[in-house]
């Protein structure tokens, strides 16, 4: 029985294996560069060098949005981009047809579309768990390039409605040395060509459209190029806004209308309610701002808090008045008093039921007599001056009647007006930002 060692076997088997496998396709390492004739070409030229542009489709798989800023005016995104051309030097015969598939390594020695991102910050190509590039190479000569980046680009945004705005924002992708004389790039299924996945979205916006379209770029000392955009509509959740703004400046504005019902004597009460409001206010607004970029023009959010935090600071000047004019009235009711004779020993009914001491002539408030039956001390004094009048004969009628002054008609007319106003300008500011 023969025996034969295992080199032998070996060697004996590798002209079998050569024979049923004759596909030079399956060849790799320096059998590939010779198969695709890398060391024939100068890669360093683009395809047809001297002929026409070489059309470059693309198009793009968005896999995420990952962050949009207002602060910083840009967004970032992740995508695979996705490049074919057709250069005939990689042509290679093929019995089956078979397209050959490479790394990051082969295309440092190929010729490749030089693409960057317009107006991006920052930007890099994927390395984990290996460089994120792949290359497959048809036997026609036909190319498929496709990288996966993640980039950070400008996103000029119009805060004015701000939070109840719409922002437009663009990716745009152009060549770097290639004008549109040697290459057209173009998006291969027109808007088609832009693909997202499903699962995309974001916490502030709502993801509304994505679209493409194609333009030319002028350079002033290197000419026209083929630019490439990438754009998608964002409209703003608002919810978080009616939440962590609107509703607390709302609540801060009704507050400060509590001072309307409160006693105009009672300034411990009313006074540290009407700061209370407008020290909150203003941390509302120094919150918002801190968020948002120092832009010259007025956002939507800012006309409302502002307009909230005059409501609130008009309510503290309300009941500086109304402070004001009962000191006015009660230095009159003092002249008054002086000026009134003695009405001791008369027995008028009227007078009786209005008579004071003198220790209500020398008090600032009206704490000596109540009200009866909704009618304030004031006018009361007035009637007691008006009927001392037609007794004695010393006092004008006319010289006292105008010394009655309702101060609590401003408290009154203010729990009307403040909040009809209030109303009428949310009114006007939803259906105008909505």
């Known amino acids: 029985?023969?025996?034969?060692?295992?080199?032998?076997?070996?060697?004996?088997?590798?002209?079998?294996?050569?024979?049923k496998s004759n596909d030079i396709t399956k060849a790799w390492g320096s059998n590939t560069e010779r198969l695709l004739?890398?060391?024939?070409?100068?890669?360093?030229?683009?395809?047809?060098?001297?002929?026409?542009?070489?059309?470059?489709?693309?198009?793009?798989?968005?896999?995420?949005l990952d962050a949009i800023s207002e602060v910083d005016m840009d967004f970032t995104m992740t995508l695979y981009l996705r490049h074919y051309w057709k250069d005939e030097r990689l042509a290679f015969k093929s019995n089956?047809?078979?397209?050959?598939?490479?790394?990051?390594?082969?295309?440092?020695?190929?010729?490749?579309?030089?693409?960057?991102?317009?107006?991006?910050?920052?930007?890099?190509?994927?390395?984990?768990?290996?460089?994120?590039?792949?290359?497959?190479?048809?036997?026609?000569?036909?190319?498929l390039y496709s990288l996966r980046v993640t980039v950070t680009a400008m996103c000029s945004m119009d805060l004015s409605r701000f939070p109840l705005d719409t922002q437009t924002c663009s990716l745009e992708i152009e060549s770097y040395a290639y004008t549109d004389d040697d290459l057209l790039l173009y998006w291969k299924?027109?808007?088609?060509?832009?693909?997202?996945?499903?699962?995309i979205s974001l916490s502030q916006f709502l993801i509304q459209e994505f679209h493409t379209t194609?333009?030319?770029?002028?350079?002033?000392?290197?000419?026209?190029?083929?630019?490439?955009?990438?754009?998608?509509?964002?409209?703003?959740?608002?919810?978080?806004?009616?939440?962590?703004?609107?509703?607390?400046?709302?609540?801060?504005?009704?507050?400060?209308?509590?001072?309307?019902w409160i006693d105009r004597r009672a300034v411990p009460a009313r006074v540290p309610l009407g700061i209370?409001?407008?020290?909150?206010?203003?941390?509302?607004?120094?919150?918002?701002?801190?968020?948002?970029?120092?832009?010259?023009?007025?956002?939507?959010?800012?006309?409302?808090?502002?307009?909230?935090?005059?409501?609130?600071?008009?309510?503290?000047?309300?009941?500086?008045?109304?402070?004001y004019l009962s000191t006015l009235q009660e230095r009159k009711e003092r002249k008054l008093r002086e000026r009134l004779p003695c009405t001791c020993g008369m027995a008028h009914p009227g007078m009786m039921s209005a008579s004071y001491s003198e220790v209500d002539a020398n008090t600032t408030g009206n704490y000596g007599i109540?009200?009866?039956?909704?009618?304030?001390?004031?006018?009361?004094?007035?009637?007691?001056?008006?009927?001392?009048?037609?007794?004695?004969?010393?006092?004008?009628?006319?010289?006292?009647?105008?010394?009655w002054i309702d101060t609590h008609v401003i408290d009154?007319?203010?729990?009307?007006?403040?909040?009809?106003?209030?109303?009428?300008?949310?009114?006007i500011y939803w259906s105008i930002y909505s």
């Open 276 to 323: 209370t409001t407008v020290l909150t206010m203003s941390t509302i607004i120094t919150g918002v701002n801190a968020s948002m970029p120092r832009v010259s023009y007025i956002k939507a959010v800012d006309i409302y808090l502002w307009v909230s935090f005059v409501f609130v600071f008009l309510s503290v000047i309300e009941y500086a008045a109304v402070n």
């Open 370 to 403: 109540p009200e009866e039956n909704g009618v304030k001390r004031e006018r009361m004094l007035v009637q007691l001056a008006m009927e001392s009048a037609q007794v004695t004969g010393h006092v004008g009628t006319s010289a006292y009647s105008n010394a």
């Open 214 to 260: 194609t333009r030319l770029a002028f350079y002033s000392s290197t000419g026209w190029y083929n630019r490439l955009y990438i754009n998608f509509t964002l409209r703003r959740h608002i919810f978080f806004f009616l939440l962590q703004t609107y509703f607390p400046a709302t609540l801060m504005v009704m507050l400060s209308w509590v001072s309307f």
């Open 96 to 143: 089956h047809n078979q397209s050959m598939t490479f790394d990051s390594r082969l295309v440092k020695k190929i010729w490749v579309p030089d693409m960057f991102f317009v107006h991006s910050k920052r930007s890099f190509t994927h390395d984990t768990t290996t460089d994120n590039v792949m290359l497959r190479v048809y036997p026609d000569g036909k190319v």
């Open 189 to 199: 299924e027109g808007n088609r060509s832009l693909n997202t996945d499903k699962g």
């Open 1 to 19: 029985m023969a025996t034969y060692s295992l080199p032998a076997v070996i060697q004996a088997s590798k002209p079998s294996c050569l024979a």
């Open 37 to 64: 004739r890398i060391e024939d070409h100068d890669f360093t030229m683009r395809p047809g060098f001297g002929g026409p542009a070489v059309p470059v489709g693309v198009d793009v798989q968005v896999e995420s």
């Open 412 to 427: 009154k007319y203010s729990r009307v007006i403040f909040p009809g106003s209030y109303i009428l300008f949310n009114i």
